[in-house]
C-alpha cells in the first residue's frame, strides 16, 4: 500500500495497469495463490512447483498490463 491506496489502484491512475481489473480480486487471488504454492512444497519439497507457479504468476501479471 501507498500512502491511503493499494498499489494496484496506484498503477490503474499511471495507467499502467488495466482499470477494469479489480484490486480486491487481485490481492485475494495473489494472497491465496501464494498461500497454495507454498502449502504445496513445503508437502513435496520440490523447487520445480515453485519455478511453475513462478511462471504461472509472471503469465497473469503479463495480462493485467495496460496497453
Same mark, same amino acid.
Given at each position: 500500500?501507498?500512502?491511503?491506496?493499494?498499489?494496484? +489502484?496506484?498503477?490503474?491512475?499511471?495507467?499502467?495497469?488495466?482499470?477494469?481489473?479489480?484490486?480486491?480480486?487481485?490481492?485475494?487471488?495473489?494472497?491465496?495463490?501464494? +498461500?497454495?504454492?507454498?502449502?504445496?512444497?513445503?508437502?513435496?519439497?520440490?523447487?520445480?512447483?515453485?519455478? +511453475?507457479?513462478?511462471?504461472?504468476?509472471?503469465?497473469?501479471?503479463?495480462?493485467?498490463?495496460?496497453?
Amino acid at each position: 500500500m501507498i500512502g491511503n491506496r493499494p498499489l494496484s +489502484e496506484q498503477l490503474k491512475k499511471v495507467n499502467t495497469i488495466k482499470k477494469s481489473i479489480s484490486s480486491n480480486a487481485v490481492a485475494t487471488y495473489l494472497i491465496r495463490a501464494f +498461500e497454495g504454492v507454498r502449502g504445496i512444497r513445503k508437502l513435496y519439497d520440490n523447487d520445480t512447483i515453485l519455478a +511453475e507457479y513462478l511462471l504461472g504468476l509472471s503469465s497473469y501479471l503479463d495480462h493485467m498490463q495496460a496497453n
